[in-house]
């Protein structure tokens, strides 16, 4: 565990998120601006960015071995289920993945994935921390969280061609057999976290700071509610993204935004 004084707004997960932070708007312009090659690599650039930002912030919070327990458990539970999910259609509903998004573990779902999955999974475990310390009601907030942020990311991967739903969807081309599937999948990643938080509990912020994958969540919300309202697949998804999200970053600000 490092000490309270290497954490500080310098700290390595700090200067990692805002360089994920500064891809954003150049993938934005590099998708309309048809730059398919710059598109490509930075759909693969953005995700990592946000996961060594977070695993970052685990590592100074939680140390080595509570952080690679939890993105380890994290990662491995989302590549079974995911697995699972591309060869039987259980939990998620019946999909394919492109060959756009990588190399594939099992020929069946690209590495990138359950990275992805981890760099937000742990902002809204930490979001969720803040709307309440009980553990059950803590998974559950955490799971309605994660499961918000696929309002944005399912239909902007379906458009731009990265899976694809078999019979589609009423979502946008996304069956709603999808978010069961997302928090189904992260409430099992949230109860083994749960367990690992017990033995090695986190170091308190820093006061005065709010926590980096709070402000991560929070940056990922109004970010891609713009963005899909502009850029991306549309501004009905946009509104969806900022009323869904927007319920967990109002919960958890209530709690850090001091009441006049």
């Known amino acids: 565990m490092v000490s309270l004084a290497r954490l500080s707004p310098r700290a390595p997960s700090s200067v990692l998120f805002l360089a994920y932070l500064a891809l954003l708007p150049v993938y934005c312009l590099a998708l309309a601006g048809g730059a398919t090659a710059m598109v490509w690599w930075l759909t ?12 970052a ?3 100074e919070r939680r140390g080595l071995g509570a952080a690679l327990a939890l993105f380890g458990t994290g990662g491995a539970i989302t590549l079974a289920a995911e697995a699972l999910g591309a060869s039987t259609g259980i939990p998620f509903g019946a999909y394919t993945y492109a060959d756009t998004l990588g190399p594939k573990a099992f020929g069946l779902v690209p ?25 059950l009601p803590r998974i559950v907030v955490a799971a309605l969280a ?52 017990r033995r090695r509990p986190p170091q308190p912020e820093l006061p005065g700071l709010m926590p980096l994958p709070l402000t991560a969540y929070a940056m990922v919300w109004l970010g891609e509610a713009i ?22 970053v109002g919960l958890a600000a209530r709690k850090v935004i001091p009441s006049g």
Do not use: K
């Not at 981890?118 to 709307?131: D, E, F, K, S």
């Open 146 to 197: 994660m499961t918000a942020w696929d309002l944005s990311l399912d239909p902007r991967m379906v458009s731009e061609g990265h899976w694809t739903w078999v019979g589609g969807g009423p979502y946008f081309g996304v069956p709603l057999s999808n978010f069961v599937g997302w928090a189904i999948t992260a409430a099992l990643v949230y109860a083994v976290w749960t367990w690992i938080e």
């Open 57 to 59: 912030h685990a590592l």
């Open 227 to 248: 963005a899909n309202a502009i850029f991306w697949a549309g501004p009905l998804v946009g509104l969806c993204v900022f009323v869904g999200m927007g319920i967990f």
């Open 111 to 135: 590495w990138l994935i359950p990275i992805a999955w981890c760099g937000m999974l742990y902002p809204a475990w930490v979001l969720a921390g803040v709307v309440t310390p009980r553990p």
């Open 44 to 55: 693969l650039a953005i995700p990592i960015g946000l996961c060594a930002a977070m695993f």
